[in-house]
């Protein structure tokens, strides 16, 4: 099967940098992409890693090592707008395969 | 700049009956998708659509037909509802090719309660 692990929760304070960790087991894998979803609404694109490494999206950074099955999504300066849930998405069935979601991991951000 | 309109937003059905939520797209992206989301849960794939006249199946799709016979347009039929449909649908599109195709655009939900 398909599989995404990622925390369900994680809290951070303002100003300060937070981590949140993606580890997939898939059926072919053509690249892991992270989207924002603020309460009641859309998921929205974050970032894309086709490749190893990191990359950087302004305070946003995703890093990827096909190796370990694992990826990163990195939020810095963190605002209390950032308070959303944000999804790992892994894309199967070739480059423009469909996206296999993970469950989510719900960030707090505090004052 | 409307990008992915789905509608209705909200809708109470009950056991039994039918409806069509409807979704549509004005990029001109080629790949439409619906999913759906239940509480404190990803999103699930009920169908997709590589292209007008072109359909298949995603992780979910009891329950669910899909059609599509323009770009721009992609809804989703339930029919029969169970309270198991209650969920968010999503309806989704995407381009082909290089960055386009790797960002899925989605459209803002639609509320669905089956009694």
């Known amino acids: 099967g398909q599989s995404l692990e990622q925390p369900s929760e994680v809290t951070a304070v303002e100003g300060a940098i937070v981590q949140i960790n993606c580890t997939y087991q898939?059926?072919?894998?053509?690249?892991l992409s992270w989207y924002q979803q603020h309460d009641g609404g859309a998921p929205t694109f974050l970032s894309y890693?086709?490749?190893?490494g990191l990359e950087e999206t302004g305070r946003f950074s995703s890093f990827l090592s096909r190796s370990d099955s694992y990826g990163y999504l990195l939020l810095q300066e963190l605002q209390m707008k950032d308070s959303a849930s944000y999804f790992c998405?892994?894309?199967?069935?070739?480059?423009?395969?469909?996206?296999?979601f993970g469950k989510g991991t719900k960030l707090s951000v505090k004052p | 700049n409307a990008g992915v309109t789905q509608t209705p937003k909200f809708r109470i059905l009950k056991i039994g009956q039918s409806m069509t939520l409807q979704c549509t797209q004005d990029?001109?992206?080629?790949?439409m998708y619906w999913y759906r989301q239940d509480p404190g849960m990803g999103l699930k794939l009920i169908y997709y659509?590589?292209?007008?006249?072109?359909?298949d199946k995603g992780e979910v799709p009891n329950g669910y037909n899909v059609s599509r016979s323009t770009t721009e347009d992609f809804p989703l039929r339930l029919e029969l509802a169970a309270p198991s449909q209650t969920s968010v649908y999503f309806c989704?599109?995407?381009?082909?090719?290089?960055?386009?195709?790797?960002?899925?655009?989605f459209g803002e939900g639609s509320w669905l309660t089956v009694v």
């Open positions: 998405a892994v894309r199967v069935g070739g480059s423009q395969g469909n996206l296999i």
């Open positions: 898939t059926s072919g894998f053509y690249g």
């Open positions: 990029m001109n992206h080629n790949y």
């Open positions: 890693n086709a490749l190893d």
């Open positions: 659509s590589v292209g007008a006249g072109i359909t």
């Open positions: 989704a599109s995407s381009g082909t090719g290089g960055p386009s195709g790797n960002t899925i655009y």
